[in-house]
């Protein structure tokens, strides 16, 4: 399932191609569709009659993060789309995946496994502090919700300035160590993105398709080491 929010209206649609200007008015919203699914404990159903147990229900996989990701559902649902889920918040900072992380969850079952990227638009000059804590409040929020949470690296911006590009690995190093901590997953993407400019669209901060399935393909691996 492929989900793209709005994260300044908290209004969302399923149709990855539509101007987010066209979620005003839209009936059906993602986090509705998100809340929709009941929760049970352990993922499990309950009994039906005759004391016979239905068979446990898969355990949901939620990707959540901003613009970057928008494409990586192609990939990430490919095995199993009814019950891998990805949401995309264009545009979005780590605060505003801090408000919303009840409603991301709201319908992905008991302990669902989640991976987070974000951060690409968030400013560490002058607020490298606040978003440290931001960070903390989402870990926090997280670790409420999921016993399995993977944070992903913040790819480089090929048309960063060297100066912004060194905030970038800062937040990243701050991140592997923060999440190391915290017992968080976190998955390393510099490597293989950081002279793969080949990778990136025409604006040079989006992945184009060939970009997308390689990080698609690298967070599923991820995800199924989790799950495992």
């Known amino acids: 399932m ?4 709005n994260p300044f209206t908290d209004l969302a649609h399923t149709n990855k191609f539509a101007p987010l200007s066209e979620n005003v008015g ?13 929760s ?5 159903s309950p009994p039906s009659k005759g004391g016979i147990k239905r068979a446990s229900k898969p355990r949901q996989v939620v990707v959540v993060g901003d613009s970057i ?13 009814l019950n891998r889920t990805v ?4 545009g979005a900072r780590v605060r505003h995946v801090v408000d919303r992380v009840d409603r991301l969850l709201g319908g992905a079952g008991d302990d669902p496994a989640v991976m987070v990227h974000i951060g690409t638009n968030d400013k560490v000059s002058g607020r490298w502090k606040d978003l ?22 913040i790819l480089p911006v090929p048309r960063a300035t060297v100066e912004r590009q060194r905030e ?11 999440c190391r901590k915290e017992g968080f997953g976190f998955l390393e993407h510099w490597a293989h993105f950081a002279l793969g400019y080949n990778l990136y669209s025409c604006d040079r901060l989006h992945l184009n398709g060939r970009g997308s399935a390689v990080l698609g393909e690298r967070m599923v691996k991820r995800l199924e080491e989790t799950l495992n």
């Open 69 to 81: 990701i928008k494409r990586v559902d192609r990939v990430i649902c490919r095995a199993d789309r």
């Open 26 to 38: 839209c009936s059906s919203s993602g986090v509705a569709v998100l809340e929709a699914a009941p």
């Open 2 to 5: 492929f989900l793209l929010f």
């Open 40 to 44: 049970n404990s352990r993922g499990i």
């Open 168 to 178: 970038i690995r800062e937040v990243n190093a701050w991140l592997k160590a923060w």
């Open 132 to 153: 440290k804590n931001d960070f903390r409040e989402l870990g926090s929020k997280l670790k409420k919700r999921s016993s399995k949470v993977v944070f992903s690296e």
């Open 87 to 90: 949401c995309c918040l264009p």
